[in-house]
């Protein structure tokens, strides 16, 4: 029982900043454009800001774990070609299969994980979860233009150029190439930069958690399709449990294990709705996915943290 208040004690308060978030929006106190504006601060000043700080501060010899990013990757793309595999069976039309494979693997590490692993974890496990960002955003954008344009038969419109200019763009991967060099070769910055940096950072997740809980609309739970809740499913459910069993079987325990089963069990990133707005895919799907997953994850994560403590594997 001691251990199920202390689960609940740690991940509540990120669904409490996100239902902060839904209220503000529904009683006018914030608007649909506040949203908009903060999510550009947060994505392109703020955030990056975390990131770099919590990068420059850890020792990159002792915290990078090139197996862990192995087994992510090794995951994270056989799950892609299973969930392709299995879909295209039930699901015929393009627009709908691409969103499904889409919304069922993406997931939002960058805030909600985030979020999580600092109230699990400590603010200083966030410096190695940057890491793991770091090598996932470029393997989640090139799965995510693939899943979107080759099942409506886009496939000669790939742009790869495209691709590797929003990687090399994305605040996310310049805020860890800028951070690097201080971790590797233990630079240390100002105090002064470090102070106004650290107000910057502290107001990443918040921020991010508010516009998050704006942007759900409950009512749209009535129109999910069968698509929505079956992609859902993958997402909460047999995503983490099974990378969490398999990390656990590869030799990974502790915090390690934890970052695994987070980055697994986070709901469908936000972007997954734009991307598939912007390329020609389902995007009222995707929207649907955002919020059953963003609103089912409360349970399972807060279930998947329970057992691992419970087990004593984290």
């Known amino acids: 029982m001691q251990n199920i208040i202390f689960t609940a004690q740690i991940v509540a308060p990120v669904f409490l900043i996100i239902a902060l978030g839904y209220l503000l929006k529904r009683t006018s106190i914030i608007t649909d454009n506040f949203v908009t ?63 499904f494979i889409h919304g069922s693997y993406r ?34 954008n090139i799965l995510a233009v693939i899943a979107l344009t080759v099942p409506i038969n886009k496939e000669k419109s790939i742009n790869y150029k495209n691709i590797l200019k929003e990687i090399i763009t994305n605040p996310l991967i310049i805020s860890v190439i800028a951070g690097l060099p201080f971790s590797y070769f233990q630079f240390s910055i100002h105090p002064v930069i470090t102070k106004a940096g650290g107000y910057l950072a502290s107001i990443a997740l918040p ?29 909460l459910i047999f995503l983490p449990l099974v990378g969490t069993f398999l990390a656990y079987e590869f030799g990974f325990k502790g915090q390690d294990l934890g970052l695994l089963f987070i980055l697994f069990a986070c709901p469908t990133a936000i972007v997954s709705f734009i991307m598939a707005d912007a390329m020609g895919s389902n995007s009222k799907l995707a929207g649907n996915i955002v919020l059953i997953t963003t609103l089912g994850s409360i349970i399972t994560i807060t279930l998947g943290i329970f057992l691992l403590r419970e087990f004593n594997l984290i």
């Open 37 to 99: 504006v903060t999510s550009k601060f947060v994505f392109n000043v703020s955030l990056p800001a975390l990131i770099f700080f919590n990068i420059a501060k850890i020792d990159l010899s002792k915290t990078l774990n090139i197996n862990e990013i192995l087994f992510i990757y090794l995951f994270v793309i056989g799950a892609f070609l299973i969930i392709w595999f299995i879909g295209k069976f039930f699901i015929k039309e393009g627009r709908d299969l691409g969103t």
């Open 107 to 140: 997931s939002n590490f960058a805030i909600i994980g985030f979020a999580v692993i600092s109230s699990v974890f400590g603010v200083q496990a966030l410096g190695k979860s940057s890491l793991i960002l770091a090598f996932i955003l470029p393997l989640n």
């Open 207 to 235: 921020l991010a958690l508010v516009g998050i809980g704006a942007n759900l609309n409950i009512k749209e739970l009535k129109k999910a399709s069968t698509y929505a809740f079956a992609s859902s499913s993958i997402k």
